[in-house]
C-alpha cells in the first residue's frame, strides 16, 4: 500500500548517455553508433556500477533520506505488505477462491506502480514525489500559483495518509492488548493504553530520517514479530487451538473483502541483486511467500492466545515510526518555532503527527470506520491510479524531455570561424545531425514503452475506474 516515497539515488540510478549541459554549436559533433553505443532510455536497467553524471540537470534532492543501502530499501519495500491486512487474514474466514487470486494480482500490480514510480523518478530526475507530481501537471515558467496550490495538495494529501495509517495502526493495537488486561481497573483502559503507547513511539518518531538507526531497527522488529505470529498462527492453526478474533469487523466498509460477512454464529550495475527492480520484485515475492499460507487458514475457525495478540499489536505499534518519519512538514507559525526552539527539530516537527493520530485513535467507533475508509481509498488511489495518472500526462500531454540535444539554443554558425576554414563540420550540419539523433532515438524509445503504456492505462481505466465503481456500489450497498 504503501509504495516508499523518497527514492534514494546512487549508482543504480545513473543514465549512460551524456548530458550535453553546456553544449555549443562550436563543440565537434562526436557520432555514437547505434549498433555498438547506445544512449539508455529511463525505460532501460544499465548496469548500476555505471557513474552518476555529475551535471545540474540530474541534481536530485534529498529532502527526507540519504542514499541507503540496498538492505535498507528491501526493508522499506517489505515492511508495508506484512502489517494490518495481512493480519487480518486468519480471522475473516475467505474462501480460498476470493483470497488467491486477488493477493496474486495485486502483488503484481503493486510491483507495477512501484517500478513506475522508479522510472518516472529517472526520466524526470527527481527523487521526491512532489516534484515528479509538479513537473507531471505544472512545469515551465508563469505557473507559480499552481505550482503552489498542487504543492500543498501533494503534501496535504501525503499528510493526511500518513497519520491515518498511523491513527489506524495505533487503535488496533490498542484493542488488541485491551482484552489482555485485568478487569476492574481504576481508570479508563483505553486512553491510558493510547498514551503509553504515544510515550513509547516518541525517541522513535524523533528520528530524522529513514536512514536513522532507531528507524531501521524499529521496522526490522516488526518484521521479526510478524514472522513469529506467522509460525504461532501456523502451529496453532495445525493444533486446531486458535480461534477467530474478528476484529476486521470493526473496519469500514471497504474493508469486509468481496466475499460475504460471516454469520455471527461463525465469528468466536553491481550485481543485479542491487537494483530497485529486483529488490522491490523479491520484496514482493516474500510478502505473498508469507501471506498466501494464511489464506489457507482461513478455511477453519480460528481469538488468539495471548502471546499471539501482542506480536500482532508489536508488529503495528513499530510501523507507526518508518510511516512518520516521511511525513512532509508541517508549516508552523514562526510564534510556535520559537516557542518549541529548545526541541530537536525532528522531535517538533513529528509531534503533531503522532499527536494526531493518538487524538483519533480515540475517536468513536461509528467515525474510526469512516477513517479506516476514507484511508484504504487514499491508499489504493495513491497506489495505483496516481503513478498510472502521472506517467499518461508526462509522455502523452507533455513535450518529452530531450536524450541528447542541448538544453539551451545553439548561437548563430559564423561561415569564417576557424571550424569552416579547418574543413571540419559546420555548425547548422552538427546541429541537424543531433535533431535526427534525437529523433530516431525518441522514436526507438516510444517502441520500447509501448508495453509500460499498456499496463499503465490497465492501472488507469479498469482497476482505477473499476475500484471507484466498486466502491461507490460498495457504499450504496449494491454489493
Known amino acids: 500500500m504503501d509504495l516508499p516515497r523518497r527514492l534514494s ?20 559533433l562526436i557520432l555514437v553508433h547505434d549498433d555498438d553505443d547506445e544512449p ?15 551535471s545540474p540537470e540530474f541534481e536530485i534532492r534529498r529532502a527526507y533520506s540519504p542514499p541507503m543501502a540496498p538492505s535498507l530499501v528491501f526493508l522499506y519495500l517489505l515492511s508495508p505488505y506484512l502489517k494490518l491486512g495481512a493480519l ?16 496474486l494480482i495485486f502483488a503484481v500490480l503493486s510491483a507495477f506502480s512501484r517500478q513506475i514510480w522508479y522510472m518516472l523518478a529517472r526520466y524526470m530526475r527527481k527523487a521526491d514525489l512532489e516534484d515528479i507530481v509538479l513537473d507531471a501537471f505544472a512545469r515551465g515558467r508563469g505557473r507559480e500559483r499552481q505550482r503552489t496550490w498542487l504543492r500543498t495538495i501533494v503534501r496535504g494529501g501525503t499528510g493526511l495518509l500518513r497519520v491515518l495509517v498511523a491513527f489506524i495502526y495505533l487503535r488496533e493495537s490498542v484493542h488488541i492488548i485491551l482484552p489482555l488486561l485485568p478487569e476492574g ?14 510515550l513509547l513511539l516518541l525517541p522513535l518518531v524523533s528520528a530524522q530520517s529513514l536512514g536513522s538507526k532507531r528507524i531501521v531497527y524499529a521496522t526490522w522488529t516488526s518484521i521479526a514479530t510478524y514472522l513469529i505470529w506467522f509460525c504461532c498462527v501456523a502451529v496453532a492453526h495445525a493444533n486446531g487451538t486458535l480461534e477467530i478474533n474478528p476484529g476486521w469487523l470493526r473496519m469500514g466498509t471497504f474493508w469486509q473483502g468481496i466475499s460475504p460477512v460471516p454469520p455471527p454464529s461463525g465469528l468466536s550495475k553491481s550485481s543485479a541483486s542491487r537494483s530497485f527492480r529486483t529488490l522491490s520484485s523479491l520484496s514482493v515475492v516474500v510478502a505473498v511467500g508469507f501471506t498466501l ?24 505499534l513499530l510501523a507507526i515510526p518508518s510511516v512518520l518519519v ?17 526541541l530537536p527539530a525532528p522531535f517538533s516537527k513529528h509531534l503533531p503527527f503522532l499527536i494526531l493520530a493518538a487524538s483519533l485513535s480515540l475517536v468513536p467507533s461509528r467515525v474510526a470506520r469512516v477513517l479506516s475508509d476514507v484511508l484504504l481509498a487514499c491508499a489504493c488511489a495513491g497506489t495505483f491510479f496516481l503513478p498510472a495518472l502521472v506517467h499518461i500526462t508526462t509522455h502523452f500531454f507533455k513535450r518529452p524531455l530531450a536524450i541528447v540535444m542541448p538544453a539551451i539554443s545553439p548561437p548563430t554558425p559564423n561561415p569564417n570561424s576557424n571550424a569552416e576554414r ?6 547548422s550540419a552538427a546541429d541537424e545531425l543531433l535533431q535526427r ?43
Open 9 to 28: 539515488t546512487s549508482s543504480s540510478s545513473g543514465e549512460s548517455s551524456p548530458i550535453l549541459a553546456n553544449f555549443n554549436s562550436s563543440t565537434s
Open 437 to 479: 539523433k534525437e529523433r530516431a532515438l525518441q522514436k526507438r524509445q516510444f517502441r520500447k514503452r509501448v508495453v509500460w503504456d499498456v499496463g499503465v492505462w490497465t492501472l488507469l481505466l479498469p482497476v482505477g475506474g473499476g475500484g471507484f465503481v466498486w466502491g461507490a456500489g460498495r457504499l450504496a450497498g449494491k454489493w
Open 185 to 198: 481497573l481504576p481508570l479508563p483502559p483505553r486512553p491510558v493504553v493510547t498514551g503509553a503507547f504515544t
Open 40 to 54: 539508455s532510455s529511463p525505460f532501460d536497467f544499465p548496469d548500476e556500477d555505471e557513474d552518476v553524471p555529475d
Open 293 to 316: 499460507p494464511l489464506i489457507f487458514f482461513t478455511a477453519h475457525q480460528n481469538a488468539a492466545i495471548p502471546f499471539i495478540a501482542s506480536l500482532n499489536a508489536l508488529t503495528l
Open 422 to 427: 579547418a574543413g571540419l563540420p559546420s555548425p
Open 88 to 103: 487480518f487474514l486468519p480471522n475473516t474466514q475467505l474462501p480460498l477462491k476470493f483470497g488467491i487470486p486477488p493477493l
Open 326 to 342: 516521511t511525513a512532509p512538514p508541517l508549516p508552523i507559525p514562526a510564534r510556535v518555532r520559537r516557542a518549541t526552539s529548545a
